[in-house]
Structures are given as C-alpha cells and as structure tokens.
C-alpha cells in the first residue's frame, strides 16, 4: 500500500475493511498492525485465493469471485511475469483487455483467459451481512485494473458506510475502455467523496485516496 494507512485509519477512524484485488494479501501486515481483523478480501485467480486463505485469521475472510456491475461469468486475462507469483504473476489480472499496459510494462505477458463469476457488490452484501455488520466496514480497497468505476456504481448500498476508500486510477488507457481519473473524480464527488491524496506510480496510473467530506 502507497499509503500510510495508519495514519488514514486514525483520522477517518477506519473499523473494517473490504478489499478489492487481493493478490497475495499483502496488506493483511498493515491491516493487523492496527488490530484490524475484520477484513473481507473478493479475488477472483483461484490460485491467489487459495494463498491468500492459507494466510486469514479470525475475522478475516477471502471470496473468490470478481466484483462488477453485472452478475455473470466473464473472461479474465490473466497477466504472466517470470518469476511466478513471488515476481508479480497475476498482480495485472483484469476483466478489460490490457491496453496502454502491453507497451508501459512489456514484460508482462497476457497470454492466458479463464472464465470467472461477477457479482454485484451489494448483491454479496444483501445476501451475507446485516446492516450492523455492513457499518463495520468503513474502508474500502479497490485494485482491479481498471474496472475499478464498474465496482462501485453498483455499491450504493455500502457506499453509505464507506468513509475512505483507496482506488487504482488511470490517466491513459491502460486498459481498453478503462475509466480514468476525472471519471471516478467526478462519479465520488456526487457521492460527497474528495480526493485528498495522489500517487503516481507511471505515467499512465497511479493511486487515489478518497475521504467523505
């Protein structure tokens, strides 16, 4: 994480979190640091998911399914590096054809699809959490490849509860058809949300932190 979530979670008083495009769980380190236990992870590579079960405690969880704006089963190209996974095999997995990120990043491969399940996020939400557990989860992660505006537009109902969210944001089309920056700008602030940090990590995207006003 770019961020320094201690310091986001003791402002915006952070009591839970769901994480978007989990990978390997990295974060898990972070989360823990500040006694967060309460965390639900959605990735949808089976062999990230597995990984990732191996690590969970108590009151973390781990759903292997993409998150989207449709409930259905969908292509994922799957991003290959050498190295495996320990070298970021997987880490640029999307639902959207990779783009501006076959020149930006050539060594890493898409030379693969699986089909995987899409849910709706408030879908998973009215079928697994009551509204005295959803207000838990305040914090939101999302590192999907570009998919990341498709994610929300279909989460009103835990964006009530949401006082900070991280987002993968795009300047160019990294992916094809991806939302950029000024979309999800746009789309958060009608939502009472202002970007209050920025980070670049190329040219063409970078990491957004968003907090309700």
């Known amino acids: 994480m770019i961020f320094d979530f201690q310091k986001i ?22 989360y823990r640091e500040i006694g967060l236990y309460n965390t639900i992870f959605f990735e949808p590579q089976p062999n990230l ?11 973390e969880d781990c759903i292997n399914v993409a998150l989207g704006n449709v409930t259905d ?16 095999s997987g880490a640029s ?13 050539p060594q ?17 939400i009215d079928d697994n959490l009551e509204i005295k557990e959803l207000v838990r989860y305040n914090f939101l992660n999302i590192d999907v490849q570009g998919y990341e505006l498709e994610v929300r537009k279909v989460a009103e109902k835990h964006l009530e509860y949401v ?14 058809d991806c939302a950029k920056i000024w979309d999800i700008d746009e789309f958060l602030e009608k939502r009472g949300f202002e970007r209050t940090e920025l980070v670049w990590q190329s040219k063409s995207w970078g990491d957004a932190l968003y907090e309700k006003g």
């Open 49 to 59: 998911a597995e990984i990732i079960d191996e690590k969970l405690e108590d009151g």
């Open 108 to 124: 890493v491969k898409f030379e693969e699809k699986i089909d995987v399940p899409v849910i709706r996020l408030d879908d998973w």
């Open 9 to 30: 979670a003791e402002r915006v008083g952070v009591t839970g979190v769901i994480h978007v495009g989990a990978f390997l769980g990295e974060e898990l380190k972070q």
């Open 73 to 88: 089963t969908l292509p994922m190209y799957i991003s290959k590096t050498e190295g495996g996974v320990e070298n970021g």
């Open 163 to 176: 006082k900070a969210m991280i987002i993968e944001v795009n300047r160019d089309e990294v992916y094809k």
């Open 93 to 105: 997995s999307s639902l959207l054809k990779p783009f501006v990120h076959l020149t930006e990043h």
